[in-house]
């Protein structure tokens, strides 16, 4: 057997069935030799694309993503996608081929080790044939483990090599079997007491109360409590549909009503949540609060500097559950935020479509939002890019469904419709639809005609102001020219019938509600064009650019 077929093998041992990248000299071997053990390659045109599809992967699966490039400039193409996984905390190993071990006078030579330290990457070389397996069980076991990406770098000549051990391979998942961690009786007493003499109590459930698939024991605490239940932006809308009192987002991107209710909180109860300084706008948030915080952690520092009043290092399930056993155990049950007046507050429409600013054969971004929401059933899960016409969609959809959300990742345009690549990967083929702008959309178009040439089922909602949308705002607020960020834009409706999709470019609600309808019956690869206005503002830009209390 040769290197790069153990490699290969460990890979297939580890539960590889999906690879995103590109083909080359350094790589090809490894590729080969997986594609023969049945693993599904999916030939990109960008190895930066595939890595953005196999973060996708990682975030929808719970499992490592995994990207492959060639030696050097493969390699350095994966540099801003590198470091938005890593600022995602998401699993994800990347076999890199590289040049010939210790042959600096090649064509394709880089310092990988060096590159992989600048985008925030976990490195390991094969420098000698018998580390093969042990440099592949290392790479999942610190993915996994750390959740972070690891680069294996693979010489060409170390691969070509003879491997000459026989004994079989134990994948990562064997050393990671692990207890799940318990919460200590003494920290939920504490957290008791704090939770007990509150009136006003918040629930912020985070993307790791959602992974852990906490929704029972959140809501269980939240009728013990009256409590008003949050999520950060990257649990948006979870349990959205089996909470009366559910109040969106906290933080940046929250309502101007949930800024209002959850500032009178006398307790934040948070699982699975950093507490981050968008999520509690740095303290301002929660002015009279104390904290209640459960995380696998060892301990975190939240947004405004300080700590829990009582932090909890529990999984998610047994520490939400302890706790509310021991708040049932004491005789606590709270009305809080449980009454009439809040419900009927919670109900109202957060916009009245009379606010409505379209017309002239441009849609207002909000009302496009409401539409897409209206017409796309929940089961079809949402990516949300970043960027000013992100916004909309990010503060607007309301419907339960998965969600994930790309914003903060590094602040890098361009990565969501290839994160929902892989999410449509790694669902083994169920719809997705990605909100994005133009700007984020062209700058990997090519990957569209991917999603083509795999059939994947991926619709493009291109949420289109013909220009940079963030400069523009932040242009006309800072008193710059705002025209030197508007760039005129094809119709990409035909675009994408062009690179062998669905398309349609729409500028009414009418054919807006058409164009979705013919992808609800029969999902392909889809790009609406969504002409929309940029004399709409979004609400955080309101707040941030000009000081507004909306």
């Not at 491997?163 to 009786?185: A, G, H």
């Not at 990516?383 to 959809?397: E, I, N």
């Not at 914003?407 to 083929?429: D, E, H, K």
């Not at 690869?525 to 000081?547: A, C, K, N, W």
């Amino acid at each position: 057997m040769k290197v790069y077929e153990a490699l290969a093998e460990a890979f297939a041992a580890e539960g590889t069935t999906d690879v995103f990248g590109m083909m080359g000299d350094a790589n090809m071997h490894w590729m080969n030799a997986l594609a023969g053990r049945g693993t599904r390659l999916y030939e990109v045109r960008h190895e930066g694309a595939g890595l953005s599809m196999a973060h996708g992967y990682a975030r929808a699966s719970g499992r490592p993503g995994v990207v492959t490039t060639t030696s050097g400039p493969g390699t350095a193409q994966l540099a801003t996608s590198m470091i938005v996984a890593s600022r995602a905390r998401t699993p994800l190993v990347a076999f890199c081929g590289e040049t010939p071990l210790g042959d600096e006078s090649a064509v394709q030579y880089l310092d990988q080790r060096r590159f992989a330290a600048a985008v925030e990457c976990a490195f390991l070389r094969v420098a000698k044939a018998d580390s093969a397996h042990e440099v592949v069980r290392r790479a999942f076991y610190t993915a996994r483990s750390e959740s972070r990406p690891v680069m294996v770098s693979a010489p060409f000549d170390v691969q070509l090599a003879e491997f000459e051990d026989d004994m079989p391979y134990v994948p990562s998942t064997e050393l990671l079997k692990t207890p799940r961690l318990l919460p200590d009786p003494d920290l939920i007493a504490r957290a008791c007491d704090i939770v007990g003499s509150s009136k006003r109590v918040v629930i912020i459930a985070g993307r790791g109360a959602r992974g852990a698939g906490a929704g029972e024991e959140v809501l269980a605490l939240q009728r013990r409590t009256g409590g008003m239940l949050a999520t950060t932006l990257q649990a948006k809308n979870w349990l959205c549909d089996r909470s009366e009192y559910h109040v969106g987002i906290a933080g940046l991107f929250g309502s101007k009503l949930a800024m209002e209710l959850l500032q009178s909180a006398d307790c934040v109860v948070a699982v699975g949540a950093s507490l981050n300084h968008y999520t509690i706008e740095s303290g301002y948030l929660f002015p009279d609060a104390r904290y209640v915080q459960i995380d696998t952690a060892p301990h975190v520092v939240m947004g405004n500097g300080r700590v829990a009043d009582a932090y909890v290092q529990a999984d998610a399930v047994p520490g939400l559950a302890a706790l509310t056993a021991g708040l049932a155990g004491r005789g606590v049950q709270l009305e809080g935020f449980h009454t009439d007046e809040v419900h009927r507050r919670l109900t109202a429409p957060l916009i009245d479509p009379a606010e409505y600013r379209g017309g002239h054969g441009l849609l207002d971004p909000r009302e496009a939002i409401a539409v897409l929401d209206e017409e796309l059933p929940g089961e079809i899960g949402l990516v949300l890019g970043s960027g000013h016409q992100t916004d909309f969609g990010t503060m607007l959809f309301q419907r339960s469904r998965e969600v994930t959300s790309n914003y903060g990742m590094f602040g890098a345009i361009g990565q969501a419709p290839l994160l929902t690549i892989g999410t449509v990967v790694a669902s083994g083929g169920k719809p997705a639809f990605v909100v994005e702008g133009d700007a984020s959309f062209l700058m990997h178009l090519s990957e569209f005609e991917t999603a083509c040439r795999y059939d994947l089922p991926v619709l493009v909602v291109v949420m289109n102001d013909e220009g940079l949308g963030a400069e523009y705002h932040k242009a006309q607020a800072k008193g710059l020219d705002p025209q030197l960020a508007v760039i005129p834009t094809p119709d990409l409706g035909a675009v994408a019938r062009s690179l062998g999709g669905a398309g349609a470019t729409v500028r009414t609600t009418g054919e807006l509600r058409a164009a979705l309808a013919e992808y609800v019956a029969a999902p392909r690869p889809t790009v609406i064009d969504v002409r929309i206005t940029r004399d709409v503002l979004s609400v955080p830009y309101r707040r941030l650019q000009y000081g507004e209390d909306v």
